[in-house]
T-cell receptor
Framework: AAGVIQSPRHLIKEKRETATLKCYPIPRHDTVYWYQQGPGQDPQFLISFYEKMQSDKGSIPDRFSAQQFSDYHSELNMSSLELGDSALYFC???????????FGSGTQLSVL | KQEVTQIPAALSVPEGENLVLNCSFTDSAIYNLQWFRQDPGKGLTSLLL?????REQTSGRLNASLDKSSGRSTLYIAASQPGDSATYLCAVKWVKTSYDKVIFGPGTSLSVIP
C-alpha cells in the first residue's frame, strides 16, 4: 500500500540558506500536517492543510511558509535557516478529520 | 489551551511483564486519540486510534482505553517483548469550528530487558 512520501530524506544546509521539503500524501488523502521534532523532543505541530486551504497554524516561524497544491502534495519552505532549525520534519496525511494520521519517514534537516 | 502529557517519561521492565502507559489531556472535547510508536531516528508508526465515541481499541497485545471525562487514555501492553522497546507517543486531535489541531504528548521511552 502507498504511504506518505517525503523528500529529501536528508538535507544539509548552511545558515541563512533556504530549504524546501516536500510531502506526497497517501492517494485520496486531503489533509496534510507538518511537524518538527528536535532531538529528544516530541513532534511540534507547525501547520496543516485541508483541501488545499490552511486549516491551522502552530508554532511555525515567520521564516517558514507552506502550501498544499492541487494534487494535494505539500511543500514546506524554510528561509534564513538557523542552527536551531536542525530537526526531523515529519509530514502526515489523513482522509478528512476523522481518519487516523499516517506519517512519512521524515526529512532530517541539518543546518551547519 | 490544549495540552497533552504522558507518564512515566521512561520505563524499564523485564521481558514478559504487562505494563501501562498513561496519556492525559486538557479539554475533554477531543475528536480522537491515537497512539504511536517511534524507534530512534525513525518515523512514527500508528498503533491504535480511538474515536471520541469509543472506550477502547485492541490490536494484538495492545489495548488502548479512553476516558474522556477524566481526560485520560492508557495503553496496555501485554507480555512485553524486547522488540517493544521504543518511544510511545499519544496524539490528541481536537476539531473546532475554525481549526483542527493534533498535539503530541512528550512520549514514554520503554525499554524491555531480555
Amino acid at each position: 500500500a502507498a504511504g506518505v512520501i517525503q523528500s529529501p530524506r536528508h538535507l544539509i544546509k548552511e545558515k541563512r540558506e533556504t530549504a524546501t521539503l516536500k510531502c506526497y500524501p497517501i492517494p485520496r488523502h486531503d489533509t496534510v500536517y507538518w511537524y518538527q521534532q528536535g532531538p529528544g523532543q516530541d513532534p511540534q505541530f507547525l501547520i496543516s492543510f485541508y483541501e488545499k486551504m490552511q486549516s491551522d497554524k502552530g508554532s511555525i516561524p515567520d521564516r517558514f511558509s507552506a502550501q498544499q497544491f492541487s494534487d494535494y502534495h505539500s511543500e514546506l519552505n524554510m528561509s534564513s535557516l538557523e542552527l536551531g532549525d536542525s530537526a526531523l520534519y515529519f509530514c502526515a496525511s489523513s482522509l478528512g478529520t476523522s481518519d487516523k494520521l499516517f506519517f512519512g519517514s521524515g526529512t532530517q534537516l541539518s543546518v551547519l | 489551551k490544549q495540552e497533552v502529557t504522558q507518564i512515566p517519561a521512561a520505563l524499564s521492565v523485564p521481558e514478559g511483564e504487562n505494563l501501562v502507559l498513561n496519556c492525559s489531556f486538557t479539554d475533554s472535547a477531543i475528536y480522537n486519540l491515537q497512539w504511536f510508536r517511534q524507534d530512534p531516528g525513525k518515523g512514527l508508526t500508528s498503533l491504535l486510534l480511538i474515536q471520541s465515541s469509543q472506550r477502547e481499541q485492541t490490536s494484538g497485545r495492545l489495548n488502548a482505553s479512553l476516558d474522556k471525562s477524566s481526560g485520560r487514555s492508557t495503553l496496555y501492553i501485554a507480555a512485553s517483548q524486547p522488540g517493544d522497546s521504543a518511544t510511545y507517543l499519544c496524539a490528541v486531535k481536537w476539531v473546532k469550528t475554525s481549526y483542527d489541531k493534533v498535539i503530541f504528548g512528550p512520549g514514554t521511552s520503554l525499554s524491555v530487558i531480555p
